[in-house]
């Protein structure tokens, strides 16, 4: 069963019912032929150092989080964040941080390739830690990874839906670690 996270304002509450008509859609939420399909992300963090850690996505022109589609037969988002996690970053340690529920879902465009259509993304994100951030390595050259402060990443990226799961990330540092000034 798919959790989703309370919407927080009228937009995050028009893409949490959109997704829920896809949820309970014939063959489910996951199949990449739906104009929307529901992907499951990471926001990959080191608690101990407050960092984060972007992705630089090639298609889609911008520093985003980690993660994608459900391979065939998989179901649980929170494992196929955990699945791309692993695949894109090559940490073998992630697990779910502070606990395995979803931290936001935003609906993002997805621009036209020449193997599919514009479409549109239901990206149910999670925060994953890993103790050992130097561990890191990019799946592919052209998709590099940046540790950065949370302050750093809002900087770094113009995305609003990231920047609004990097403010929420923030806020997990202080509810989980004590309020400390974002550096």
């Known amino acids: 069963m798919v959790v989703l996270p309370e919407p927080r304002d009228a937009v995050e509450a028009v893409d949490a019912e959109r997704t829920r008509e896809i949820l309970d859609g014939p063959g489910g939420p996951w199949g990449r032929d739906l104009p929307l399909h529901l992907t499951a992300t990471a926001l990959i963090v080191h608690p101990p150092t407050r960092r984060v850690l972007l992705r630089w996505h090639p298609r889609q022109h911008?520093?985003?989080l980690v993660g994608g589609h459900a391979d065939p037969g998989e179901t649980d988002p929170l494992a196929i964040a955990l699945r791309e996690g692993t695949e894109e970053t090559?940490?073998?340690d992630l697990a779910p941080w502070p606990?395995?529920?979803p931290l936001h879902l935003v609906i993002?465009?997805?621009p036209a390739a020449p193997h599919e259509p514009a479409h549109e993304h239901a990206d149910l994100r999670f925060m994953l830690a890993t103790d050992s951030p130097d561990a890191v390595r990019p799946e592919r050259a052209d998709a590099p990874l940046?540790?950065?402060?949370?302050?750093?990443?809002?900087?770094?990226t113009a995305e609003a839906n990231v920047?609004?799961?990097l403010?929420?990330?923030a806020a997990q540092f202080d509810a989980q670690l004590g309020t400390r000034p974002h550096v």
């Open 90 to 92: 090559g940490l073998a």
């Open 146 to 156: 940046r540790w950065l402060t949370v302050a750093e990443a809002l900087e770094l």
């Open 62 to 64: 911008a520093w985003i």
């Open 163 to 165: 920047r609004a799961t």
């Open 99 to 101: 606990d395995g529920s």
């Open 108 to 110: 993002v465009p997805v």
């Open 167 to 169: 403010d929420r990330a």
